[in-house]
Each structure stands twice: as structure tokens, then as C-alpha cells.
């Protein structure tokens, strides 16, 4: 079945670093990908919609400047959190959906755990 | 607007079945998904069904879907310890269009 693919799974790191998050889509193509942000016993909260070739959208709240989003290729999305502070310290989740295909859901990546120090 | 609703909690002794309910209240959802996280993991999608089916059976589990009353429900037979977990229903209207995800079910299963 279709896979995708987060790395790294864990970033432990000093403030004021930046942090980037791959997502890959492996077996399959994904012109949209959708990166999602997860606080400890709680739901997930879409962050913005990564379009492959264009800019992402993003979700009200969420600063564009803070998280870049870049989706160069069919397989390929990367957020990356500029200059990191505790307070973005979460649970990050990618999912990229098949677009061959008008029917097909969304995978999940495993995630990454970023806690900044 | 959008909106999920699940039981935050569901407690079931191994052997049972475990029914997890959500409540959607877009109509226009045209597909509806159950997921599972383990902790510290990512997203496992479950199984999911299109608004036209009422039913759909994959080995342990049962997706029920009554549109009318926009109420879904996942249901696992025999459930087992390996199965605690959270348990989340999410909607979509399909297309490139992100998923609205409920707050989850923690599923505990008492050995």
C-alpha cells in the first residue's frame, strides 16, 4: 500500500535553531501534501496544504514566515521551522494522498518530535 | 462549519468487541476515515468508507455509516491488548481537500 515517509522522527535541539521536516510520498505521487501539528493528548490541527510547484496554504494563525513550506517535487515536502523556540516544541505529522487516483485517502507519515531546549 | 465528535474514552475487557462512535455534521462528506495512533506514532490508517456505502467489513473490523443521521462507528471484534490505542474519525469531501479529524478515542482493553 501507499507509504509515506517523515524524517527525521526526533529533533531535540537549542533555541533559535531551524529544523527541517522531509515528508516523501514512495511509491506514489502526491502533487498535495498536507502538514499537520499534534499537542500532547490532543488532536491533530492542520497547519497548511503543500502544492507541488506553487505556495502552500496556509491555515489561519499559522505564521508563514515561521514555518516554510516547500513541496518541490511529486514526492517530496519539506517544513522547516525557522529560528525555533520551546513554545514549537509538538508532535509534527505529514500525510500525502495519491493523485493518480480521485478515491484514495490519506497516509500518514510516523511524525516528528521536535522539542527545542 | 466542520465538525467531528467522538467519546474521548472507551474501556473494553480483551475478548469483547469495542464499538467507537463519531458524529460528523457536514453533509456533504464524501468519504470517512478511521485512523489509530499508538503512542509516539504516527497516523495508521484503519479503513475507511464512501457516504454511498452503509457498511464495509475488513476481517476484525466494522464500519457502520448512517448518512441520515451522520453518525459513524468502528467496530472491533475480539478486541486485544495490541489494540489500546487513540482512535480517530476524520472526514473529507474528497479531491485535494484536508481531512477534519475528531478529538480521538482512547481505547483501553483490560487483559
Known amino acids: 500500500g501507499a507509504v509515506v515517509s517523515q524524517h527525521p522522527s526526533r529533533v531535540i535541539c537549542k533555541s533559535g535553531t531551524s529544523v527541517k521536516i522531509e515528508c516523501r510520498s514512495l511509491?506514489?505521487?502526491?502533487?498535495?501534501m498536507f502538514w499537520y501539528r499534534q499537542f500532547p493528548k490532543q488532536s491533530l490541527m492542520l497547519m497548511a496544504t503543500?502544492?507541488?510547484?506553487?505556495?502552500?496554504?496556509?491555515e489561519q494563525g499559522v505564521e508563514k514566515d515561521k514555518f516554510l513550506i516547500n513541496h518541490a517535487s511529486l514526492t517530496l515536502s519539506t517544513l522547516t521551522v525557522t529560528s525555533a523556540h520551546p513554545e514549537d516544541s509538538s508532535f509534527y505529522i505529514c500525510?500525502?494522498?495519491?493523485?493518480?487516483?480521485?478515491?484514495?485517502?490519506?497516509?500518514f507519515g510516523d511524525g516528528t518530535r521536535l522539542s527545542i531546549l | 462549519g466542520e465538525d467531528v465528535e467522538q467519546s474521548l474514552f472507551l474501556s473494553v475487557r480483551e475478548g469483547d468487541s469495542s464499538v467507537i462512535n463519531c458524529t460528523y455534521t457536514?453533509?456533504?462528506?464524501?468519504?470517512l476515515y478511521w485512523y489509530k495512533q499508538e503512542p509516539g506514532a504516527g497516523l495508521q490508517l484503519l479503513t475507511y468508507?464512501?457516504?454511498?456505502?452503509d457498511m464495509k467489513q475488513d476481517q476484525r473490523l466494522t464500519v457502520l455509516l448512517n448518512k441520515k443521521d451522520k453518525h459513524l462507528s468502528l467496530r472491533i471484534a475480539d478486541t486485544q491488548t495490541g489494540d489500546s490505542a487513540i482512535y480517530f474519525c476524520a472526514e473529507s469531501i474528497g479531491g485535494n481537500t484536508p481531512l477534519v479529524f475528531g478529538k480521538g478515542t482512547r481505547l483501553s482493553v483490560i487483559a
Open positions: 468508507i464512501f457516504s454511498n456505502m
Open positions: 503543500s502544492n507541488e510547484g506553487s505556495k502552500a496554504t496556509y
Open positions: 457536514d453533509s456533504s462528506s464524501t468519504y
Open positions: 511509491d506514489f505521487q502526491a502533487t498535495t
Open positions: 500525510s500525502a494522498r495519491q493523485t493518480t487516483y480521485s478515491n484514495q485517502p490519506q497516509h
